[in-house]
């Protein structure tokens, strides 16, 4: 079974500086999707940005990028230029590029201050 | 083009009661997923609905059941609450070209 993995349950970061939150999985596929989810106060759960794991590039979203390592299957998140916009939890995920199983799994998140 | 939506946003039921939570699919989407979040953790897998059938199923007792109707709504059937089942209820809608999900803003569940 795969598995998502956060470690920094909360983090804090200085508005304008740069920040990194760090994620790991399991699994024994081969072929998968990773993503960062936002969820604000609001509640939505907002697609921050996605990776396909048979793609070497790492996925880049104006001021988000993923540092995607398949070996280490290792999967951050850095936002620069932080905005207190940003402020909100951060969910890594996984899901199976299969047809029949495409639920997705994820971590337990992090929560991330910007002081202003 | 409206979102996902659910409804309600939020109810407060009594342990032994039962409760049905609704959501209405993207426009164009025609697979809806269900997810319990309960409070500090990440959102875990319920089922899955496609073509009015529940195609898959994550670790939650027979007490969870669902439907989908011929226009793609469902709706989310919990009998028998527990306390545990107290938790914000995501439904995500897909489609089967990109699969990508968008989820909904959220059912708060309180049972006391």
């Known amino acids: 079974a795969q598995t998502v993995t956060q470690s920094q349950p909360e983090m804090s970061v200085q508005e304008a500086e740069t920040v990194t939150l760090s994620c790991t999985y399991d699994?024994?596929?081969?072929?998968?999707?990773l993503f960062w989810y936002k969820q604000p106060p609001s509640r939505q759960m907002i697609l921050v940005i996605r990776?396909?794991?048979?793609?070497?590039q790492n996925a880049t979203e104006n001021r988000f990028s993923v540092n995607f390592q398949k070996a280490a299957k290792s999967f951050s998140l850095k936002i620069s230029d932080s905005q207190l916009g940003d402020a909100a939890m951060y969910f890594c995920?996984?899901?199976?590029?299969?047809?029949?199983?495409?639920?997705?799994?994820f971590g337990k998140g992090t929560r991330l201050h910007i002081l202003p | 083009d409206a979102g996902v939506t659910q409804s309600p946003t939020h109810l407060i039921k009594t342990r032994g009661q039962q409760v049905t939570l609704r959501c209405s699919p993207k426009?164009?989407?025609?697979?809806v997923s269900w997810y319990q979040q309960a409070l500090g953790q990440g959102p875990q897998f319920i089922f899955q609905?496609?073509?009015?059938?529940?195609?898959q199923r994550g670790n939650f007792p027979d007490r969870f059941s669902g439907h989908q109707f011929p226009n793609y709504s469902s709706e989310l059937n919990v009998n028998a609450l527990l306390l545990g089942d107290s938790a914000l209820y995501l439904c995500?809608?897909?489609?089967?070209?990109?699969?990508?999900?968008?989820f909904g803003p959220g059912t708060r569940l309180t049972v006391t």
């Open positions: 699994t024994s596929e081969s072929d998968y999707y």
């Open positions: 990776q396909e794991a048979y793609k070497q």
């Open positions: 995500a809608s897909s489609d089967r070209l990109t699969y990508e999900q968008y």
């Open positions: 426009s164009g989407h025609d697979t």
């Open positions: 995920a996984y899901r199976s590029s299969g047809f029949r199983d495409d639920k997705i799994i």
């Open positions: 609905y496609y073509e009015e059938e529940e195609r």
